[in-house]
Protein backbone atom coordinates (compact mmCIF):
# COMPACT_ATOMS: atom_id res chain seq x y z
CA UNK A 1 0.00 0.00 0.00
CA UNK A 2 1.33 3.52 -1.20
CA UNK A 3 0.96 5.71 1.67
CA UNK A 4 2.02 10.02 1.46
CA UNK A 5 3.42 11.62 4.56
CA UNK A 6 2.84 15.30 4.50
CA UNK A 7 5.36 16.90 7.70
CA UNK A 8 7.55 19.95 7.12
CA UNK A 9 9.62 18.84 10.41
CA UNK A 10 12.44 16.84 9.15
CA UNK A 11 12.91 14.44 12.15
CA UNK A 12 9.20 13.72 12.37
CA UNK A 13 8.63 13.38 8.71
CA UNK A 14 12.09 11.00 8.22
CA UNK A 15 11.24 8.96 11.11
CA UNK A 16 7.61 8.05 9.78
CA UNK A 17 8.80 7.47 6.41
CA UNK A 18 11.74 5.00 8.09
CA UNK A 19 8.96 3.43 10.46
CA UNK A 20 6.34 3.18 7.77
CA UNK A 21 8.51 1.58 4.76
CA UNK A 22 9.85 -1.04 7.48
CA UNK A 23 5.96 -1.81 7.97
CA UNK A 24 5.83 -2.68 4.66
CA UNK A 25 4.20 0.33 3.38
CA UNK A 26 5.53 2.53 -0.09
CA UNK A 27 6.18 5.97 1.35
CA UNK A 28 6.58 9.48 -0.65
CA UNK A 29 7.18 12.63 1.26
CA UNK A 30 5.87 16.12 1.36
CA UNK A 31 7.41 18.71 3.03
CA UNK A 32 4.56 21.57 2.45
CA UNK A 33 0.97 21.50 1.47
CA UNK A 34 1.39 22.72 -2.13
CA UNK A 35 3.80 19.57 -2.62
CA UNK A 36 0.92 17.14 -1.14
CA UNK A 37 -1.57 18.76 -3.75
CA UNK A 38 0.87 18.15 -6.58
CA UNK A 39 2.66 14.56 -5.50
CA UNK A 40 -1.41 13.93 -5.19
CA UNK A 41 -2.40 14.95 -8.30
CA UNK A 42 0.17 12.72 -9.95
CA UNK A 43 0.18 9.76 -8.12
CA UNK A 44 -2.22 7.19 -6.73
CA UNK A 45 -2.29 6.89 -3.16
CA UNK A 46 -3.73 4.47 -0.58
CA UNK A 47 -3.77 6.81 2.56
CA UNK A 48 -2.50 10.17 3.34
CA UNK A 49 -1.08 11.17 6.99
CA UNK A 50 -1.45 14.86 7.05
CA UNK A 51 0.27 16.82 9.23
CA UNK A 52 -1.41 19.98 10.49
CA UNK A 53 0.93 22.83 11.28
CA UNK A 54 2.65 22.95 7.25
CA UNK A 55 4.42 25.83 6.31
CA UNK A 56 2.32 26.89 3.76
CA UNK A 57 -1.25 26.10 4.61
CA UNK A 58 -3.10 24.53 7.60
CA UNK A 59 -3.64 21.33 6.83
CA UNK A 60 -7.12 21.29 7.27
CA UNK A 61 -7.36 23.03 3.95
CA UNK A 62 -4.51 20.99 2.75
CA UNK A 63 -7.51 18.40 3.08
CA UNK A 64 -10.05 20.11 1.93
CA UNK A 65 -7.96 21.00 -1.41
CA UNK A 66 -7.01 17.10 -1.91
CA UNK A 67 -10.78 16.34 -1.30
CA UNK A 68 -12.01 19.31 -3.82
CA UNK A 69 -9.22 17.38 -6.15
CA UNK A 70 -10.82 14.38 -5.80
CA UNK A 71 -8.53 12.19 -3.59
CA UNK A 72 -10.89 9.18 -1.99
CA UNK A 73 -8.24 7.85 -0.05
CA UNK A 74 -8.44 7.84 4.27
CA UNK A 75 -6.62 11.00 5.29
CA UNK A 76 -4.54 11.11 8.74
CA UNK A 77 -4.40 13.90 10.86
CA UNK A 78 -1.53 14.53 13.11
CA UNK A 79 -1.66 17.38 15.21
CA UNK A 80 0.13 18.77 18.88
CA UNK A 81 -3.28 20.44 19.60
CA UNK A 82 -6.15 18.29 21.08
CA UNK A 83 -9.03 19.99 21.72
CA UNK A 84 -12.40 18.54 20.82
CA UNK A 85 -13.03 21.48 18.95
CA UNK A 86 -9.84 21.43 16.27
CA UNK A 87 -10.76 17.29 15.80
CA UNK A 88 -13.87 17.73 14.76
CA UNK A 89 -12.48 20.59 12.45
CA UNK A 90 -10.11 18.34 10.86
CA UNK A 91 -12.96 15.70 10.43
CA UNK A 92 -15.44 18.05 8.55
CA UNK A 93 -12.67 19.52 6.63
CA UNK A 94 -12.31 16.10 4.79
CA UNK A 95 -9.86 14.18 7.54
CA UNK A 96 -10.91 10.11 8.40
CA UNK A 97 -9.10 10.01 11.88
CA UNK A 98 -7.35 12.24 14.28
CA UNK A 99 -4.04 11.57 15.96
CA UNK A 100 -2.88 13.37 18.48
CA UNK A 101 1.42 13.89 18.50
CA UNK A 102 3.11 12.90 20.60
CA UNK A 103 1.63 9.61 19.68
CA UNK A 104 3.29 5.68 19.60
CA UNK A 105 4.06 4.46 16.29
CA UNK A 106 2.08 1.00 17.23
CA UNK A 107 -1.24 3.21 17.37
CA UNK A 108 -0.17 5.01 14.13
CA UNK A 109 -0.18 1.63 12.75
CA UNK A 110 -3.36 0.54 14.19
CA UNK A 111 -5.29 3.73 13.19
CA UNK A 112 -3.25 2.99 9.44
CA UNK A 113 -4.69 -0.80 9.41
CA UNK A 114 -8.40 0.26 10.67
CA UNK A 115 -8.37 2.92 7.89
CA UNK A 116 -7.44 0.81 5.31
CA UNK A 117 -9.63 -1.24 6.67
CA UNK A 118 -12.59 0.82 6.20
CA UNK A 119 -12.02 1.36 2.96
CA UNK A 120 -12.38 -2.60 1.74
CA UNK A 121 -15.17 -5.46 3.67
CA UNK A 122 -11.91 -6.46 5.71
CA UNK A 123 -12.60 -8.01 9.35
CA UNK A 124 -10.10 -7.57 11.83
CA UNK A 125 -6.30 -7.70 10.83
CA UNK A 126 -7.11 -10.82 8.74
CA UNK A 127 -7.42 -10.79 5.18
CA UNK A 128 -8.42 -14.14 3.48
CA UNK A 129 -8.15 -15.80 -0.06
CA UNK A 130 -8.58 -18.86 -1.04
CA UNK A 131 -6.43 -20.91 1.75
CA UNK A 132 -4.27 -17.75 2.19
CA UNK A 133 -4.48 -16.55 5.00
CA UNK A 134 -2.40 -12.93 5.69
CA UNK A 135 -2.04 -11.26 9.50
CA UNK A 136 -1.63 -7.48 8.55
CA UNK A 137 -0.77 -6.70 12.67
CA UNK A 138 1.31 -9.94 12.85
CA UNK A 139 3.10 -9.65 9.41
CA UNK A 140 2.22 -13.37 8.68
CA UNK A 141 1.07 -15.30 6.40
CA UNK A 142 -0.22 -18.67 5.55
CA UNK A 143 -1.30 -21.05 3.16
CA UNK A 144 -3.28 -23.87 4.43
CA UNK A 145 -1.22 -24.97 7.09
CA UNK A 146 2.18 -23.70 5.95
CA UNK A 147 3.71 -20.68 6.93
CA UNK A 148 5.20 -18.32 4.35
CA UNK A 149 8.36 -16.07 5.23
CA UNK A 150 8.31 -12.71 2.95
CA UNK A 151 10.45 -10.06 2.08
CA UNK A 152 8.72 -6.41 3.28
CA UNK A 153 7.95 -5.51 -0.70
CA UNK A 154 6.75 -9.33 -1.25
CA UNK A 155 4.47 -8.81 1.83
CA UNK A 156 2.79 -5.27 0.41
CA UNK A 157 2.61 -7.24 -3.27
CA UNK A 158 0.53 -9.76 -2.09
CA UNK A 159 -1.55 -7.37 0.49
CA UNK A 160 -2.08 -5.51 -2.44
CA UNK A 161 -3.75 -8.60 -4.43
CA UNK A 162 -5.67 -9.63 -1.62
CA UNK A 163 -7.47 -6.55 -1.51
CA UNK A 164 -8.07 -7.13 -5.43
CA UNK A 165 -8.82 -10.67 -5.67
CA UNK A 166 -10.06 -11.56 -9.13
CA UNK A 167 -9.24 -8.20 -10.39
CA UNK A 168 -6.89 -8.02 -13.23
CA UNK A 169 -4.09 -6.17 -12.13
CA UNK A 170 -1.69 -3.73 -14.21
CA UNK A 171 1.62 -3.36 -13.68
CA UNK A 172 1.22 0.13 -14.05
CA UNK A 173 -1.35 -0.01 -11.11
CA UNK A 174 1.15 -2.40 -8.93
CA UNK A 175 3.83 -0.22 -9.21
CA UNK A 176 1.94 2.46 -8.31
CA UNK A 177 0.93 1.01 -5.31
CA UNK A 178 3.36 -1.20 -4.36
CA UNK A 179 6.64 0.84 -5.27
CA UNK A 180 7.08 4.76 -4.36
CA UNK A 181 8.16 7.81 -6.73
CA UNK A 182 11.61 6.53 -7.47
CA UNK A 183 10.06 3.45 -9.29
CA UNK A 184 11.49 2.91 -12.55
CA UNK A 185 8.90 2.01 -15.01
CA UNK A 186 11.41 0.74 -17.54
CA UNK A 187 12.87 -2.32 -15.40
CA UNK A 188 10.90 -5.90 -15.10
CA UNK A 189 11.36 -5.43 -11.65
CA UNK A 190 7.18 -6.15 -11.05
CA UNK A 191 7.69 -9.69 -13.20
CA UNK A 192 10.76 -10.16 -10.90
CA UNK A 193 8.80 -10.07 -7.54
CA UNK A 194 5.39 -11.81 -8.75
CA UNK A 195 7.80 -14.81 -9.80
CA UNK A 196 9.26 -14.95 -6.17
CA UNK A 197 6.05 -13.88 -4.69
CA UNK A 198 4.30 -16.97 -6.87
CA UNK A 199 7.19 -19.29 -5.75
CA UNK A 200 6.85 -18.93 -2.34
CA UNK A 201 3.11 -19.35 -2.75
CA UNK A 202 3.30 -22.32 -4.68
CA UNK A 203 6.13 -24.23 -3.17
CA UNK A 204 4.46 -28.01 -2.19
CA UNK A 205 0.76 -26.75 -3.47
CA UNK A 206 -0.89 -28.00 -6.44
CA UNK A 207 -2.61 -25.06 -7.44
CA UNK A 208 -1.95 -21.91 -8.95
CA UNK A 209 -3.13 -18.38 -7.44
CA UNK A 210 -1.40 -15.73 -9.56
CA UNK A 211 -1.59 -15.56 -13.14
CA UNK A 212 -0.30 -13.71 -15.85
CA UNK A 213 -2.46 -12.45 -17.89
CA UNK A 214 -0.85 -11.86 -21.32
CA UNK A 215 -0.84 -8.02 -22.27
CA UNK A 216 -2.43 -6.81 -19.44
CA UNK A 217 -0.68 -7.87 -16.12
CA UNK A 218 -1.50 -9.90 -12.88
CA UNK A 219 -4.58 -11.47 -11.50
CA UNK A 220 -4.94 -13.14 -7.84
CA UNK A 221 -7.72 -16.10 -8.47
CA UNK A 222 -8.72 -19.69 -8.06
CA UNK A 223 -8.24 -21.90 -11.38
CA1 LIG B 1 4.48 20.63 11.19
Known sequence: ????????????????????????YSVDHAASGAAAETLASENSYDLVVLDVMLPDQNGLDTA???????????????????????????????????????????????????????????????????????DLAKRQVRRGEQTISLTAKEFSLLEFFMRHPNKPLSRTSISEHVWDVHFDSDSNVIDVYVNMLRKKLSAGQERKLIHTIVGVGYVLKED
Open 1 to 24: MRLLIVEDEKKMASFLKKGLSEAG
Open 64 to 134: ANLRRDGLSCPILLLSALSSTKDKVRGLDAGADDYLTKPFSFDELLARIRALMRRKGEQLGSLLRFSDIEM
